[in-house]
């Protein structure tokens, strides 16, 4: 299995097994991330964690903090797509794998800017 990201007609593949999604909250200006694992079922999110809280972006009451960071595991059905919005307030969503990280503009090779981007779990 591979992660395939569309967004404005660019499609590309990455051969993954598994990523993390982070990004920046528009209004409260914090981190997020969550780890994923790319399955025959579908995206598995495995694990979320937030360096903060604030406006609508408050962790669970499982969540526990463990190096600055609110984690928990969120038990949540494969999903078959993660569609993506983007917001000029809040950057670009980075994807990260084997600790190296790039924006999602830098992986399709254009500024995806107002454009959705789709992930999904897609055969190599």
């Known amino acids: 299995m591979s992660l395939c990201l569309a967004s404005a ?9 598994a990523f993390t999604l982070a990004w920046t909250h528009s209004i409260e200006k914090t ?4 780890d994923w694992r790319v399955t025959p079922q579908g995206l598995q999110l495995i694990e979320a964690r937030i360096k903060g809280f604030g406006a609508g972006m408050e962790p669970p009451p499982e969540a526990r903090l463990i ?8 038990h949540r059905a494969p999903q078959p797509e993660l569609v993506l919005g983007n917001s000029a307030a809040a950057g670009d969503w980075r994807l990260c794998e084997s600790g190296r990280c790039a924006t999602l503009s830098e992986i399709l090779g ?15």
Do not use: M, N, Y
């Open 31 to 34: 981190a997020w991330q969550e």
């Open 67 to 74: 190096d600055g960071w609110f984690q928990w595991d969120p």
């Open 9 to 17: 007609g660019v499609v590309k593949t990455l051969a993954i097994a």
């Open 110 to 124: 254009h500024d995806v800017g107002v454009h959705v981007t789709t992930l999904s779990a897609c055969e190599r």
